[in-house]
């Protein structure tokens, strides 16, 4: 080898500090006429598989290695002088140079991360065999020694370097890129290595790769560091010299330096790493009694099968016990012969460790679901003869592939699952898997106009040129003739364009994927480094690049709607102890009958628009039907479902071209839906085996043309000898060939439809339940918990407000109604909910506001929390008004820490010993808030109203406004189906709940506000003449309907700019009264004072039932405030007088609480 090679060179996974795009790095290389080329990116190795097989593909050999931080001091060191680590390069020479660098990198992250993963000299001590050092850019420690003028100090670091590595393993780098400090210290550098007899070595330290890309490298530096190009280049790259100099430039550069560039040839002739793709790291497990693997499979297997069918799991209507157990036969034999026996294992390990620890498990995901042996090892629970499901779809013995079965756990539980997975493995053997977040198209517009200082307005209008669609790139937009037109109109936008393409599609971020996980035998850093995110070990290699290297992936994967379902179940067992979900019956037609209405909003996979539009249109009839609707609403196949409607409707006009496809196709009504039904046909109708049958289908859909033309012939042949016409069957050829990429693996789709079904049922047999549990779901999206409300009303179920003696943490089942959850509050913390429900369970309902501080004095009691519970009304029922507990409850709280304080102490005098208790705070005689205050305030505690709403006088205005809601402008702008649009038309009515203005460039005033609906709430702007125009309108707490246009901006919510506005007048005052007065009788009902009261004889109480949650919350309040006031309580339901055994403390407060409670009408004092 000769010329030159660059051994100091950083791709885009430096993360926003490196232009070099990984496909690109080889192609440049073998343009230069170079052999070889270093990959050394910023303390991390992300990209070195990735790199390595563009340069294999190229012919160019490739040379793993990594710039390092070096701690100067300690790894462990956290300090102001430890935040500023200096770089060292290093390469790997061999094996052995690998493994010590993954390492190196590795504990970069888990011991020695502080701003940058660190290594320290005593890592590099232990770690160096196997590596070549390179001292490193002017961040290195011996160029910053230099520049500091201390050059005994840089030669006894070069000196410390060369003890560690070996004095033919260390090089003193030099580089030039025309930056002072280098030209400073270049002659020095060369002085040192004669000095201390060390070799030099030229870099360039390329961050891009031609000269032209340099501000493409500084556009990257302005994201990274949310700085403007116009600020100046970034410090260090003040240069465009960082690119990827061919020979000639890097020997004119460093030819008089002796041995500087021939060195770089010699370093590459010492680095002899290559991946090994072939060999395959499975992990073992662990098998009681030392038995082997595949033996203890079998059996497991075996006693799976004896237990589903003594539990009547199995299909045996239609399908012998001798078929399912030779189907079990067979795969056991594929799983054996293939060596993933004990990948089987670990799989029903941990899934049977979540079942028998209750943590929801879904009923199957993806292909493995088609796997009788998963079925019966308890790991899916769907059974695959019974659905026509494909063991080779999964497993295939004519392709070796990796087994993949992925694994739905509840939401809020996964994380044990991983937890036990880690300990059961070791912590240095189980990792979860890095994903990348990269430079979208609409995105790296964005961020490229911030960093050239672009107007919003010309980038915006950009961005929005590109169609939202996923994986759409700008390349793809610049064909359609609104981005073309920009494009082509003026200088800055084609700059802005030109920069985007450039940085399209380059890692920004790292985070943690949502489900994988990797297992290995040895310990990781053993096969690959690992990062940190967030304290989580995670891979540094991506998910494909974990595979390639042979290490298998678990998939774990959170799934919400099992976590509704559990929820929901635990409420119905309060009621029905016997109730589980797994023997509900697949043929419920009320659930049909839901599902066939598009009732569907909170079933899984079948709420959005579109979907629930199919449904009706299809009226599903049996679970098949639902597996269908799963398979087809989804890009590719959808163009089928109008066909399917028509043959679900009339199924006696189908025709089969071909009578074999009748039995493959019946369910579906003619049409190819599923994947496994392609394979069907090929092995029907052609006689291949499933296996091979997979291979073409795979082909198939992925277009390999040579593959497709070989197999038509044979597939021909062989539907010519099972006596089917030749013209027909290519006619079916080249049908399934265009479809092959749309068909959907029904195993998958199965599964799913289990959860769709069950949620569903759910939905129709248990709404109370099923509507709690997804409002719990929902926590913190107020726009679904309002939707989901609304829902629930229509069906006669209300949310009752938050009660401190009756809501538990979580939404809960209350008579015929729901009870809103105590979590749901905002400024509320779960451990000192968890403690006041626990109170109330040891202690019995808190019978004051008092009794409920006191009892609570011991926990995390805070003034946030008590007041966000006071606004939100759930102190309501214990008889004082919210004003009156505002008033007091500070200093209420200040007298019990302060008690509580002086007894932890001991500081207790004479008095205070005889006064135990802390000073009691009497209430002050206020009315009660005003309707919008106590409104205001519900909002602002709960995201809801309780008492009313707000619009509830403006019922005739609204009726007329002619408006959307906001909730439907948010989800068909911001839904899977999008059908607001950027620009569409829009009108809203509501109240205006938030205000504020702004000043523009020439001073006028734009105003920014919220207006909310029953349902949602949106942001509008008025710009300065529209706020000027509309000024007597746009003020807090009016009522107004707004006209616009909607403006949808990249990763902001949609807003209304603002055209038009004019006033909703109220009902009138009878019309308006009687909402409040129900509300809060205080408003609509004059209050008897206490000397009034004090002369009733008897109280006089009207309620639904004993049993209605009215009667309780009373029950309640009678209970808290004993006295001389005798009660009546009426039930309606039996008419019958029940008299109360002890009287009652009768209050004005009290009396309005009942009011409020009851309605004044059902209040009667006597």
């Not at 410090?235 to 008089?256: P, V």
């Amino acid at each position: 080898m000769s010329g030159f090679v660059h051994l100091h060179l950083h791709s885009e996974y430096s993360l926003l500090d490196g232009a070099c795009r990984i496909k690109d790095i080889a192609r440049r290389a073998k343009e230069c006429g170079h052999k070889a080329v270093a990959l050394t990116d910023h303390g991390v190795m992300y990209g070195a598989v990735a790199f390595y097989r563009a340069c294999v593909a190229e012919g160019i050999q490739p040379i793993i290695g990594c710039e390092v931080y070096v701690a100067p001091r300690s790894r462990f060191g956290k300090g102001s002088s430890d935040a500023h680590p200096n770089h060292l390069v290093l390469l790997c020479q061999n094996e052995i140079g690998y493994r010590n660098l993954i390492d190196l990198v590795s504990r970069g992250f888990t011991e020695g991360f502080y701003a940058k993963p660190r290594v320290d000299l005593e890592l590099l001590r232990s770690h160096a065999e196997g590596l070549i050092a390179l001292s490193g850019c002017l961040a290195g420690r011996i160029p910053q020694q230099l520049v500091a003028g201390d050059f005994e100090g840089a030669c006894q670091t070069a000196r410390e370097y060369a003890a560690i590595f070996g004095p033919d393993r260390f090089y003193i780098e030099i580089q030039d890129h025309g930056l002072p400090e280098q030209k400073q210290i270049l002659p020095l550098l060369a002085r040192l290595a004669k000095v201390c007899q060390l070799p030099l070595v030229a870099t360039n330290d390329c961050h891009y790769l031609r000269r032209e890309d340099a501000e493409t490298q500084a556009v990257l530096m302005c994201i990274q560091t949310n700085s403007r190009l116009d600020d100046g280049r970034p410090i260090g790259f003040e240069t465009d010299e960082f690119y990827y100099k061919d020979t000639g430039e890097m020997e004119m550069l460093f030819g008089a330096f002796e041995g500087a560039v021939a060195n770089t040839v010699k370093i590459a002739e010492r680095c002899h790493f290559a991946f090994d793709f072939e060999q395959n790291h499975l992990p073992k497990f662990p098998c009681p009694d030392g038995r082997d693997a595949v033996s203890y499979l079998r059996d497991l297997a075996e006693s799976g099968f004896l237990r589903r069918e003594a539990a009547g799991q199995l299909a045996t209507d239609r399908f012998s016990l001798e078929e399912y157990r030779a189907r079990m036969t067979y795969e056991l034999s594929v799983i054996a012969g293939m060596g993933y026996a004990d990948y089987f294992l670990i799989v029903q390990d941990y899934v049977n460790f979540a079942k028998s620890k209750k943590i929801p498990v879904g009923p199957g995901r993806g292909s493995g679901a088609g796997s009788v042996v998963a079925y019966f090892l308890g790991i899916t629970d769907v059974d695959p003869l019974a659905f026509d499901l494909l063991f080779e779809r999964f497993l295939n013995p004519e392709r070796v592939s990796m087994p993949d079965i992925d694994v739905d756990f509840c939401y809020n539980r996964r994380d044990e699952v991983i937890a036990y997975v880690t300990e059961r493995y070791g912590r240095d053997h189980v990792s979860q898997i890095i994903t990348f977040g990269t430079l979208a198209a609409r995105a790296a517009v964005r961020d490229v106009g911030r960093a050239l200082g672009i107007s919003y307005q010309e980038v915006d209008a950009v961005a929005k040129a590109i169609p939202r669609e996923l994986g759409i790139t700008i390349a793809d937009a610049l064909k359609l003739p609104d981005l073309k037109k920009l494009y082509e109109s003026k200088g800055v936008f084609k700059k802005l364009i030109d920069l985007a393409m450039a940085l399209e599609g380059m890692p920004r971020n790292m985070s943690i994927h949502a489900a994988g996980i990797v297992i290995t035998e040895r310990p990781l850093a053993t096969y690959l480094p690992l990062a940190a995110s967030n304290g989580v070990v995670v891979t540094q290699y991506d998910m494909d690049t974990v595979a390639a290297l042979g290490l298998l992936k678990f998939d774990f994967l959170g799934l919400r709607y099992l976590t509704i379902i559990d929820d929901a179940v635990a409420l119905i067992r309060t009621e029905d102890p016997d109730f589980d979900i797994e023997r509900i019956p697949l043929d419920d037609a009320a659930t049909y009958r839901l599902i066939a209405k598009g009732a569907t909003s909170g079933v899984f996979q079948l709420e959005s628009g579109g979907m629930r539009q199919m449904l009706q249109s299809l009226a599903p009839n049996c679970f098949e039907d639902i597996v269908a609707a799963i398979a087809l609403y989804r890009p590719g196949p959808m163009d089928s479902i109008p066909t399917f409607i028509e043959n679900h409707q009339n199924p006696e006009k189908v025709v089969y071209k071909i009578p074999q496809l009748a039995p493959i196709l019946r369910a579906t009504y003619g049409c190819v839906v599923y994947q496994e039904q392609v394979m069907q046909i090929f092995r029907e109708l052609a006689g291949y085996t499933f296996g091979h049958a997979d291979v073409v289908r795979r082909a198939m859909a992925k277009k390999k043309a040579a593959v497709m033309a070989a197999e038509r012939e044979g597939f021909l042949d062989g539907c010519l000898a099972n006596g089917i016409d030749r013209t027909a069957a290519g006619e079916l050829f080249d049908e399934l060939s265009s479809f092959a990429n749309y068909a959907f693996n029904k195993s998958h789709a199965a599964a799913y439809a289990v959860i769709s079904y069950q949620t569903a049922y759910l939905k129709e047999h248990a709404p109370k339940a099923y509507f709690a549990a997804l409002l719990t779901s929902e926590l913190g999206n107020m726009p679904k918990i309002a939707a989901y409300i609304s829902e629930a009303g229509k069906r006669g179920i209300r949310v009752l407000p938050p009660d401190i003696n009756e809501s538990g943490i979580h939404f809960s089942v209350s008579g015929e109604h729901i009870r809103f959850g105590l979590l749901a509050l905002k400024n509320v913390g779960r451990q000192f909910l968890e403690a006041v429900v626990e109170e109330r369970r040891i202690g019995g309902p808190y019978r004051s506001f008092d009794d409920f501080l006191d009892r609570m004095s011991t926990h995390d009691l805070n003034k946030r929390q008590v007041e966000a519970l006071i606004k939100s009304g759930a102190f309501d029922t214990l008889g004082v008004y919210r004003s009156r507990l505002m008033a007091v409850y500070e200093q209420m709280i200040d007298n019990l820490q302060s008690k509580n304080r002086t007894n932890l102490t001991g500081q207790l005098d004479m008095f205070s010993s005889i006064i135990s208790e802390a000073p009691r705070v009497s209430y002050p005689e206020l009315p009660e808030y005003p309707l919008r205050r106590l409104l205001a305030e519900e909002k602002e505690a709960a995201g809801m109203y309780f008492s009313g709403h707000v619009l509830d006088g403006f019922s005739e205005a609204l009726s007329v406004a002619r408006v959307q809601s906001i909730r439907a402008i948010l989800e068909g702008a911001e839904g899977e189906e999008q059908t607001v649009f950027d620009r569409d038309n829009a009108a809203v009515a509501g109240i205006i709940t938030a205000l504020t203005t702004k000043a523009t460039k020439t001073g006028e005033q734009m105003a920014f506000f919220t207006v909310e609906d029953r349902m949602g709430e949106i942001e509008c702007l008025a710009f300065p003449k529209i706020r000027e125009r509309f000024a007597a309108l746009i003020a807090a707490d009016a009522v107004v309907r707004v006209e616009g246009t909607v403006s949808l901006r990249e990763d902001e919510p949609p807003k209304i700019l603002v055209t038009r506005m004019e006033e909703l007048l109220p009902n009138g005052v009878a019309q308006t009264s009687q909402p409040q007065q129900q509300a809060h009788a205080q408003e609509g009902v004059v209050l008897p004072d206490a000397a009034t009261l004090a002369r009733v004889r008897t109280l006089y109480l009207r309620v639904p039932s004993l049993q209605a949650p009215a009667c309780t919350q009373v029950m309640h309040l009678l209970a808290s405030a004993r006295g001389k006031t005798p009660v009546s309580v009426f039930d309606a339901s039996t008419k019958v007088y029940h008299k109360q055994q002890e009287g009652f403390d009768l209050t004005p407060e009290r009396f309005g609480a009942l009011c409020r409670l009851l309605g004044a009408d059902n209040v009667v004092p006597k």
